[in-house]
């Protein structure tokens, strides 16, 4: 136990009021990061996105009667407006047989072998900017196939004031840049250097820039989509912070701390060394001279209590094996004391009260302002993640708009483009044709939602598409899309979202809690379990002051129609804040020396004073006269080496009692 109170000890001295900050925040520095591993994932959805929206829009194109390549590529642009170049190339030739909007780099295209394997790529143009193509395979006439190739940009978030952002591929050669540093050549340096990172994992990094000022770069590696395409992409993102947001910690209060500890860690073993200790290993040899026959010299009292108590038994036992007198007058014991109990119990509370005061001491700390740009990070992270919501609402209109489109309206042709396009869409649990009469004769996926469909026409009658929330109470909480496919909003197509997915986008490391909530304030989504249109957790919620932040919904008129926001709530405790910081390692500490203290004197309660006590029970009464009970020891160490010596000494008590029997047999007269 002493040495593990001087490991706890040094571990408090080393750890507790260390601070992580060096010249920057470490909480400045970590935001960064989380801002970046945001952003590279937004920057992976949206390129999956712009190649499965090819593929989408050639498979419902493919539902019809065949396309000249022109059709083919007139349809798709007025389909999808995201697209900057579109062309059609034979798959077997190469030849280009049309082409729509900027020119596709079909000479950077190297021979790939079978068009069905092809996959999105990227490619740079001669300017030096990105391209992504996407390819997909359609039906021509005359029973020919072309391959169908769309040209895209690298799209990046929107860049708040303050903020830069980078794309670097895998030699950290910067691809595409956006912000208001996005030119400072010693940034781009910077940020080049991140994009050279083999450790396939974010980070940071941090230079000074004059003064007064610092630039933190955090970065992290675009990773791959659902196909398993990876691009070997690294987002960086950029802010410059002042001087000043570094905190020192309070190495005083972990010397103190330690040197307490210490104090204690030697009371404990004195304690330890003269009540229990000491008189049992005096037992122990004591005992072990009695067994072995040395009945010469008197037992001396050992200690107090327990083994005061022994003690008198072994002196007792001594004096009957020489037959001397005074062997009752050796058991008429004092008032039962529990010495070593209570040396125990000291040695636990001054442990237990260390560990209690250590936590308290800090209770106070954390009442520190945060840094500004956690503040401003965690309103982005909160806008990001409103974003998210809001590209899976406008993805489910563009699908749905796309396949308006593309269909001829036949409902044979929109009963096949509904299981074509349901299956290509994970964020729909259900797709459905609804008729002027509100009923729903075509669908796919789970059966739809019951409810009075003919509201859901009221809602597309303008002929513009809409997003509905379809129930306001139950367990589980629905909404769709819904896209006329007439002008008059006689007929709709309705995409039901699975709610795991609205909530699936509110997950992100860090983030703290986030909420999904509707125009009632009424929680629809979250990153955690949670009840479906249940109200918002208040401020005192247990975890302490708090990171709230809350973003709208915001997008095209369809999207913004429900007025959704996006509520997020940190707790302060969890930012790598110098006092923060403390507290933990100071709970973590007396966690620590709490389980040493539970530990070492329950094993010594287990393995010391419980047979201890029995012994006080059996020792007396041998002394007493009770030479039938046989003694067995429990442990073999020196309590049990007692327990073995008594064993030896009731055998001879015994064995005299049986001789003087014996003879007082013999001497008797016969009748």
């Known amino acids: 136990m002493t040495v593990l109170l001087l490991a706890v000890s040094g571990i408090t001295a080393l750890t507790v009021g260390r601070s992580s900050d060096s010249t920057v925040s470490q909480a400045v520095v970590e935001s960064q990061q989380l801002m970046a591993a945001d952003a590279a994932g937004s920057l992976s959805s949206s390129l999956d996105q712009s190649s499965h929206h090819l593929r989408d829009a050639t498979a ?69 900017q990105p391209r992504l193509l996407s390819f997909a395979l359609l039906d021509a006439v005359g029973g020919k196939r072309q391959l169908l190739i769309a040209s895209g940009s690298l799209r990046l978030p929107e860049q708040k004031k303050g903020r830069t952002t980078f794309v670097m591929d895998s030699d950290g050669r910067i691809l595409a840049a956006a912000g208001d540093q996005a030119d400072d050549p010693a940034l781009r340096k910077l940020a080049s250097q991140s994009g050279q990172a083999k450790s396939g994992a974010g980070g940071s990094r941090t230079e000074r820039r004059g003064s007064a000022h610092h630039d933190v770069v955090g970065y992290a590696p675009v990773p791959a989509g659902p196909d398993g395409q990876d691009f070997g992409l690294t987002l960086a993102t950029s802010i410059r912070v002042p001087e000043g947001t570094a905190v020192a910690g309070d190495r005083f209060l972990g010397l103190c701390a330690a040197a307490a500890l210490l104090a204690i860690c030697l009371a404990v073993t004195w304690v330890l060394w003269r009540w229990v200790q000491r008189p049992v290993l005096r037992l122990h040899l004591t005992a072990r001279r009695l067994a072995r026959g040395d009945l010469q010299r008197p037992v001396p009292a050992h200690g107090a209590g327990e083994a005061a108590r022994i003690s008198r038994s072994l002196e007792s036992l001594r004096l009957q094996l020489t037959g001397a007198s005074g062997c009752d007058d050796m058991l008429r014991a004092p008032t039962r004391r529990r010495t070593m109990r209570n040396a125990t119990l000291c040695c636990a509370a001054l442990v237990t009260a260390w560990s209690c005061a250590l936590p308290l001491i800090t209770l106070g700390e954390g009442r520190v302002p945060v840094p500004a740009p956690v503040v401003h990070d965690q309103q982005e992270r909160t806008a990001d993640a409103s974003d998210r919501v809001r590209r899976i609402l406008g993805e489910g209109v563009a699908g749905l708009s ?41 669908y796919a996926g789970d059966a739809p939602y019951g409810m009075d469909r003919k509201p859901l026409l009221a809602k597309v009658k303008n002929g513009t598409p809409a997003i509905v929330q379809l129930n306001h109470d139950g367990k589980v909480p629905l909404s769709a899309a819904v896209v006329p496919l007439d002008a008059g909003g006689g007929q709709a197509l309705v995409a039901e979202f699975r709610p795991e997915a609205l909530s699936g986008v509110l997950t992100r490391p860090g983030i703290g809690r986030a909420w999904l909530v509707d125009a009632d304030s009424k929680v629809i989504g979250s990153n955690e379990s949670f009840f479906a249109f249940d109200s918002l957790p208040g401020e005192d919620s247990g975890d302490g002051p708090a990171l709230t932040a809350a ?12 007025g959704w926001r996006v509520v997020t709530r940190k707790p302060m405790s969890r930012l790598p804040l110098a006092s923060y910081e403390t507290r933990r390692q100071t709970e973590l500490a007396a966690l620590l020396a709490f389980s040493v203290a539970v530990l070492c004197l329950g094993w010594l309660h287990l393995t010391v004073l419980r047979p201890l006590q029995a012994l006080e029970r059996t020792a007396p009464a041998l002394a007493a006269g009770d030479t039938s009970t046989v003694l067995y020891p429990r442990h073999h160490d020196e309590v049990g080496s007692i327990v073995r010596s008594l064993e030896l000494i009731r055998q001879r008590v015994a064995a005299a009692k049986a001789d003087t029997g014996a003879s007082h047999v013999a001497a008797s007269p016969r009748s």
Do not use: C, F
């Not at 059709?71 to 579109?86: D, N, P, T």
């Not at 299956?423 to 008729?435: A, C, E, I, K, Q």
């Open 402 to 442: 796309s396949m308006a489109r593309l269909t001829d309206g036949t409902p044979q042709q929109i009963g096949k483009a509904l299981d074509t396009a349901l299956h290509r869409h994970s964020t729909w649990r259900s797709l459905y044709l609804v008729d002027r009469d509100g009923q729903a004769p075509e």
């Open 60 to 128: 419902l194109l493919g539902l019809g009667a065949a396309h000249s390549p022109d059709s083919a590529l007139r349809r798709l642009s007025h389909s999808h407006g995201k697209w900057r170049g579109l062309a059609a190339v034979d798959p077997a030739s190469g030849r280009l047989l049309a082409a729509r909007g900027e020119n596709v780099p079909l000479n950077r295209l190297s021979q790939r072998g079978s068009a069905d394997a092809l996959q999105p790529r990227l490619v740079t143009l001669g300017s030096g």
């Open 551 to 562: 973003a709208e919904v915001r997008g095209t008129h369809a999207v913004k129609g429900p």
